[in-house]
């Protein structure tokens, strides 16, 4: 025979006592915080106004200063060694006046200050004729040109003394020397005179009055 179950009365009382007890009550969910409230941008006068927190204002003073005055010139300064220096830088320029003479036979010319000993030598053909240009047949303007350009290379070549003939004239317009009344004025100014130390009618035997010799300067000076 098999075993009859065990009867236990309190577990009846048990689950009645379950059935009849109420339930928790739930908790509502917790709401979310509200959002920020947006940061409001400062306007410019609050800026300004935070910027220029303790500031004061500065004293106007007396005015505007006006600009300072000039200053005085200086003293005209003058020293004897001066006018030598001038002349010096003259003759190293070529704008250094020449001394001229000439007759119907012949023309000369030096610079200011330069040794009279070394225009006895020039006019004596002492120099060694290191080049020569015709100018026969050329026009006054022609020559010009052309004996600028002869210039300019001797003397960027190195050439001391040239010869430059210019004929007598014999056969121009009523005979008259129009190219060597040139040269004498041509060789005195600034153009030539750069070039230039002196020059002399040449002797006989390198053309007579027909040619001048040409001492050149030494190139770069």
Known sequence: ????????????????????????????????????????????DELWAQATTGVR???PGPGVVGPR????PPEAFWHPDLDAIDALRALVSGDAPFDLSDTDEFIEGRIAG??????????????????????HGLTREEAKRAVDEFL?????????????????????KDQLPVLKDALRTWLATARFGRHVLAFATARPVDGGGGAIYVLLRRAGR
């Open 57 to 59: 204002p500065v004293s």
């Open 1 to 44: 025979m098999g075993k009859k179950p065990f009867n236990n009365p309190f577990e009846k009382l048990k689950a009645r006592a379950a059935a009849q007890r109420p339930e928790p009550a739930r908790r509502p969910p917790t709401p979310a915080p509200p959002p920020p409230p947006p940061v409001r941008e400062a306007t410019e």
């Open 152 to 172: 300019r290379a001797s003397r960027s070549a190195g050439k001391r003394c040239v010869l430059v003939v210019h004929g007598r004239g014999l056969h121009s």
């Open 114 to 135: 330069l040794d009279a000993h070394v225009v006895r030598k020039l006019r004596r053909g002492e120099f060694a004729v290191q080049g020569h240009i015709d100018l």
């Open 69 to 72: 005055p000039p200053p005085a």
